[in-house]
């Protein structure tokens, strides 16, 4: 199991930045990609961007690309998530998320990983 801990979060005025941080602790060489999704109430959870781990690949949701950007750091086992251009219906709460199954090679669906963090808010004002 591969435990996860989510930083950063916290309120921004629409056209502003964020970055977000994750470290991970445990069985951190069973990692085989890392995401960031988001989700509001009522929502279901949210695809956001992934990196595998070992050779840095990062994908993105449609919906982010050129704003955000995810890079990790493996002496550090940190994935970070910088955030740019942020929207108010980007307004969620951001969870970290461990895969360690391989199960696919861009894994974007949330039931492909295993293990999760708490979450960390993200208010965006408008």
């Known amino acids: 199991q591969v435990q996860l801990v989510e930083s950063g979060g916290g309120l921004v005025q629409a056209g502003g930045s964020l970055r977000l941080s994750c470290a991970a602790s445990?069985?951190?060489?069973?990692?085989?990609?890392m995401g960031w999704f988001r989700q509001v109430p009522g929502k279901v959870r949210e695809f956001v961007a992934g990196?595998?781990?070992?050779?840095?690949?990062?994908f993105y949701a449609n919906s982010v690309k050129g704003r955000f950007t995810i890079t990790r750091d493996n002496a550090k086992n940190t994935v970070y998530l910088q955030m740019n251009s942020l929207k108010p219906e980007e307004t969620a709460v951001y969870y970290c998320?461990?895969?360690?199954?391989?199960?696919?090679?861009?894994?974007?669906?949330?039931?492909?990983?295993?293990?999760w963090g708490q979450g960390t808010q993200v208010t965006v004002s408008s």
């Open positions: 990196i595998r781990w070992s050779e840095g690949r990062s």
């Open positions: 998320a461990a895969e360690r199954n391989r199960t696919s090679v861009l894994p974007t669906t949330p039931t492909e990983y295993e293990d």
């Open positions: 445990g069985r951190t060489s069973s990692v085989y990609a």
